[in-house]
């Protein structure tokens, strides 16, 4: 279980509030206009928090402190990247997507690490994909046998600094490429993993749960 802030209760931040409330996790959900907030079902038990999304102390009254994951998903490009680097460069939450209705704007932001949905290929199901490890694990690509998946796997920040040859020692797997500042690269043998990476990575299917916990802790001490 854990806790996720959406700042935007339109159609979209409703489905995302229901789909994470309905998978046991704690959700609060932020807007403008507390007249957004009927769009949520009866008996929703999530935090409905009035304000600006950007605002430090309605993001503090959202929970954002503990939160595992922020998502803006507002009407507005410009609050979605502002909240969104609120939410990651002041309170450090490890997981953040915001959504842009202009394609150019969301290839700048990538270059700048933010992680974005363009509007023109947006459901829920890609922010989930974003902010919940089970979901990047759901793969991207299948092979035909449906043996193998390439998925966006998470990395403990701990692994900071590790050679990419490490990493796919311990796990596993074959990483095959990474998307560094927006931009896909192929790792070489003296690739590190960075700070802001998302790595893409060939594994097993039956293997996706097994490969998301040993990487979601510290890297094997050095015997």
Not at 103 to 111: D, K, L, S
Not at 193 to 219: C, F, N
Request: hydrophobic share 40%.
């Amino acid at each position: 279980m854990a806790h996720f802030v959406i700042m935007g209760c339109g159609r979209v931040g409703a489905t995302l509030a229901h789909t994470l409330e309905d998978a046991g996790h704690s959700v609060a959900i932020i807007d403008q206009d507390d007249r957004a907030f009927r769009r949520l079902r009866t008996g929703f038990s999530g935090r409905k928090v009035t304000g600006v999304g950007f605002d430090r102390e309605t993001l503090k009254q959202a929970g954002v402190s503990e939160a595992y994951a922020f998502a803006a998903v507002s009407s507005g490009d410009n609050s979605n990247i502002l909240a969104t680097r609120v939410a990651r460069e002041t309170f450090h939450v490890p997981h953040v997507v915001a959504r842009i209705y202009d394609p150019g704007r969301a290839e700048i932001y990538q270059r700048l690490g933010i992680p974005t949905v363009a509007a023109v290929r947006w459901s829920a199901d890609q922010v989930l994909r974003r902010i919940l490890p089970e979901q990047h694990l759901a793969g991207d690509f299948r092979e035909p046998s449906g043996r193998l998946v390439l998925a966006e796997i998470d990395l403990d920040p701990s692994w900071i600094g590790h050679s990419i040859a490490e990493i796919e020692k311990v796990a596993g797997i074959r990483i095959a490429y990474l998307t560094r500042f927006g931009e896909g690269m192929l790792p070489g043998a003296g690739t590190s993993y960075q700070e802001g990476d998302t790595v893409h990575a060939m594994l097993r299917v039956d293997r996706s749960a097994e490969v998301g916990h040993i990487l979601a802790k510290e890297p094997p001490k050095e015997q």
